[in-house]
């Protein structure tokens, strides 16, 4: 690689890295000058603009961080599965689950089902929810058999959790709370996260390792030893088969009528007296 295409690499790398922070602050930016929301206010942390104790939501910034994790996951082992093993389909599981986890995170951040959504779009909280699932389940339905594959314990303790601190909302909505009713919810919901970054962690390794083929077909790596064993058989055979041919007088690519016209080529070659 010349200096130039490195150069140009580098500022494009640079570029994918650095371009979008600048634009979010741009916007920012943006919206300090135009409204009447100050940009410290969406630059800084919540807790200092509210002059809240630095605990202030921290278990549901830890589930936050799990979304996160759990959608880096995904999108790096689609990366690395769809580059090893190309023309594989199944390795799309990781991609959808991924983008799907990043919106769940960005849920959280925003409070999107809970003040976004109802608020300034007029959609339900139920309807966002209902969404959700619906996604969910048409991806689980779509690529069962990835999942059937795997030891998909961790994803149906995830899906419990989950349901518990969905119905635990509904009953709240319906005033049917009690005390601690609001901690039961979100432990619920935290456990059910981290099974869900438990279950797409592992099985994003095994995306990766090639462990989920098909079960009627080889993987990339084995059709790819496959073909180069029967190139090397093959090229085994055809030396052999030469060899054995010039041994007994044969020259490369003709053949000899006779065994006199033999040993007048042998004697040619080796500059032998006949």
Known sequence: MDTRSLNWNRAAYALLVFGPVLVILLITGTVGLTTSV????????PASITDS????????NIGVLMWWSTATVCLFA??????????????????????????????????????????????QETTVYATYAAIAAFLFLRFRRSILASDYYL?????????????????RGWGMGFYGVGFIEE???????????????????????GELAPANSASA??????????????????????????????????????????????????????
């Open 38 to 45: 100050s940009p410290y206010t969406l630059i800084s942390d």
């Open 53 to 60: 104790p630095f605990y202030v939501g921290a278990v549901t």
């Open 155 to 171: 994803l149906l303790i995830a899906a419990f959790f989950f349901v518990c601190s969905q119905l635990i909302d509904v009953a």
């Open 187 to 209: 432990a619920c919901k935290l456990l059910g996260i981290a099974g869900w970054l438990g279950y797409f962690a592992y099985l994003s390794a095994r995306h990766v390792a």
């Open 221 to 274: 790596a084995d059709t790819a030893s496959d073909h180069f064993d029967h190139a090397a058989l093959q090229t085994s055979r055809s030396t052999q088969s030469s060899y054995t041919e010039s041994s007994a007088g044969k020259t490369w690519g003709q053949k000899p009528s006779s065994v006199g016209s033999l040993r007048r080529g042998f004697g040619r070659r080796r500059n032998i007296p006949r």
């Open 78 to 123: 689609y990366t690395m599965a769809a580059r090893l093993y190309p023309g594989r389909t199944e390795h799309r599981f990781l991609l959808w689950i991924g983008l799907l986890t990043a919106v769940l995170a960005l849920d959280d951040m925003f409070l999107l089902h809970e003040n976004v959504a109802p608020i300034h779009f007029g959609i």
